[in-house]
């Protein structure tokens, strides 16, 4: 792959997915535009902004949520960050991130974006940029228990835990944590994921 076709993918992922409210239409748009001025709009070079990739994770039973404590956020948040040239696609960025932010090797991930955020941040720039975060939603694997999958830390993360969909930590993000799990439950359901 190169920053070209993560470009056009992302182009494509973004026209074809329908927002569910004309908030994240907006958003879409926005995104779109950005897209089309910015060549290198999903690599973490463009430091007006960049495109990057986020999944919400469920366990196999839907009841629980995978969240990590991110350093320079300072909130529970899904797991993910920025798209490297070698992703063919957004959900193939969502689902790495996830995949060495957790420990988890079987993540599915449902079809198409499930919501869009933008956020200011210093991130590895060293400089003040924004993120065009493309949230999609991923389900691990069952385990014999029934239980959540073992996870591991990455030095990405101050923390990583499971929790309980209704039962959310502290320090979570109250307005969009909470749509993003709603979205993320639809997706994966309608998708026979869980």
Known sequence: MSA?????????????????????????HTYLAFLDATAAACLRASEPGHITASAIVFDATLSHVL??????????????????????TLADAATREAR????????????????????PITCSLGVPTRHLDVRFAAVASPTADGTPPRIVRSDESVDLAWWP???LPAHTDAVDTPILIRRGLTACRTAGLG
């Open 100 to 119: 060495e932010e957790s420990g988890i090797p079987d993540l599915h991930i449902a079809t198409g974006p499930v919501h869009l955020h933008t956020h």
């Open 4 to 28: 070209a076709s993560l470009r056009a993918s992302s182009i494509e992922t973004l026209r074809s997915w329908t927002a569910p409210d004309p908030e994240q239409d907006s958003l879409r």
């Open 67 to 88: 969240l990590t404590l991110h350093p320079r956020v300072g909130k529970w948040i899904q797991l993910g960050g920025h798209c490297e040239e070698s992703d063919d």
């Open 165 to 167: 969909i209704d039962d």
